[in-house]
């Protein structure tokens, strides 16, 4: 699936576009087992190595986008 398909599907949801996390959502509080992939919401918290590492690189001015 190409990066434009995505985003028409997602579009066409309508006006809710977040439909489907939270049908995900309500899936996981009713007790079903369900693989959220839907908008990346981390479970865990971010470990203080990640955290360090991250403001180390923007100190060092690696402020702008990947290549």
């Known amino acids: 699936m190409k990066y434009t398909d995505a985003i028409e599907l997602f579009n066409a949801l309508g006006g809710d576009n977040c439909a489907v996390y939270k049908m995900a959502k309500q899936m996981v509080q009713d007790g079903k087992d369900v693989i959220e992939l839907a908008i ?5 918290p971010t470990p203080d190595y990640l955290i360090d ?5 923007l100190r060092s001015g690696r402020t702008g986008y990947a290549s």
């Open 40 to 44: 990346g919401e981390p479970y865990v």
């Open 53 to 57: 590492a991250a403001v180390e690189a």
